[in-house]
Nanobody
């Protein structure tokens, strides 16, 4: 099982990036997929997650710091999850990690412990 994150880079404040996380080795259509980030000297923090609600529906979760700026989505046919990041700020600078976790009754998927599989991370740098 492998999660491959990509799409990071250097962008000016106010700019946009789209991160991708391609999963291989199994199908994650019923799994929750999440994005976390870790800045130097800080703990890994939750960014966004999308869970499978059955019948094709999904539930979305966002950290307060990214609400209205970031959008998580998934393409189940491609086994890929995306993070569209708009209006980027210097404080968004971090290594971004994607993760996959099994469905949980009433889960919110904001904790690292909720996830089983992790990608390698992709660097996002926002200059002021």
């Amino acid at each position: 099982v492998q999660l491959q994150a990509s799409g990071g880079g250097l962008v000016q404040a106010g700019g946009s990036l789209r991160l991708s996380c391609a999963a291989s080795g199994r199908t994650f259509s019923s799994y929750a997929m999440g994005w976390f980030r870790q800045a130097p000297g800080k703990e890994r923090e939750f960014v966004a997650a999308i869970s499978w609600s059955g019948r094709g529906g999904s539930t979305y979760y966002y950290a307060d710091s990214v609400k209205g700026r970031f959008t998580i989505s998934r393409d189940s046919a491609k086994n890929t999850v995306y993070l569209q990041m708009n209006s980027l700020k210097p404080e968004d600078t971090a290594v971004y990690y994607c993760a996959a976790g099994p469905p949980q009754e009433g889960g919110t998927y904001v904790y690292t412990e909720d996830y089983t599989y992790w990608g390698q991370g992709t660097q996002v740098t926002v200059s002021s």
